[in-house]
Structure formats: structure tokens, C-alpha cells
């Protein structure tokens, strides 16, 4: 979504300055649409990792069947992921509860340091987040 992407200029910086691996992940429903879902994902999320690779960033993508915040943990030791970083929507109150926080579930689980950055417009975007990369590539 264009809410997550706003995390990608912070990565893209984050992963020149200390040569970082970015990993662009995306949890899906399972079920009988399960493999429409992956390939939906999959073109979404390489179609991001490109603009990355691009630039000279080394991306990968990475999808995985189930909740996001248990994907998101799981991958965490199995890449030997040193930080995460994402965009929050900030939702407190009765949103919160009734479909559970990601961010809240890697501040609180993860054994790494997770950067969250709010979104800025939710639900009102004058532009594509991915067009804030270019300043940064040049």
C-alpha cells in the first residue's frame, strides 16, 4: 500500500549508509486463492525491490502465508535480520483490538531494533511515496 511504502525512502537510506540487505515482505491469506495472492504479491513487491535494485541496493522479497506480525517474526532469525523498519498507521482504541497491531507485535517480540514511522496523510496521499526516492538516488 501506499501507507507502507512510506517506510522505502528511510530504507533506502538506511541501506546506503551501511550497506544493508533490504527485504520487502508481505504476509497473505491462505485458502483457495492462496496462489493468486502470492503472484499479486510477489509482482507488487518486485516491482519495489526493482526501484531499490535500481539504485544500487541490494533487495529481496519475501511472502509468507498467515498473520503479518508472525511472518514478519519468523523471518527475523531465518534471514539474521539485524532491524526492522515500517510505516504505522498509529490506530489505537477499538481498531487496535479488534484487528491487532504488527507494530505493537515486533516492538514487543522482535530481539531487534524495529523503526516505525507513522504515516504521514493517511488516507489522503498527494503523491506516490516511491517518487520521494529519487531526491535520495542521485
Do not use: Q
Request: charged fraction near 25%.
Amino acid at each position: 500500500s501506499e501507507t507502507a511504502e512510506e517506510i522505502l525512502p528511510f530504507c533506502y537510506k538506511l541501506a546506503c549508509t551501511f550497506l544493508s540487505k533490504v527485504y520487502l515482505f508481505m504476509a497473505i491469506p491462505g485458502g483457495p486463492d492462496e496462489s493468486i495472492a502470492e503472484r499479486v504479491a510477489r509482482e507488487y513487491l518486485e516491482g519495489r525491490a526493482e526501484a531499490l535494485r535500481k539504485h544500487g541496493v541490494w533487495a529481496d522479497v519475501r511472502i509468507r502465508v498467515g498473520r503479518e506480525s508472525e511472518g514478519a517474526l519468523a523471518l527475523i532469525p531465518e534471514l539474521a535480520i539485524d532491524t526492522v523498519a515500517l510505516t504505522t498507521h498509529g490506530r489505537t482504541g477499538l481498531p487496535w483490538v479488534l484487528y491487532g497491531s504488527v507494530a505493537e507485535a515486533l516492538l514487543t517480540n522482535a530481539h531487534v531494533p524495529v523503526m516505525l514511522i507513522r504515516s504521514r496523510k493517511i488516507g489522503i496521499h498527494s503523491h506516490h511515496p516511491m517518487e520521494e526516492l529519487e531526491p535520495h538516488l542521485h
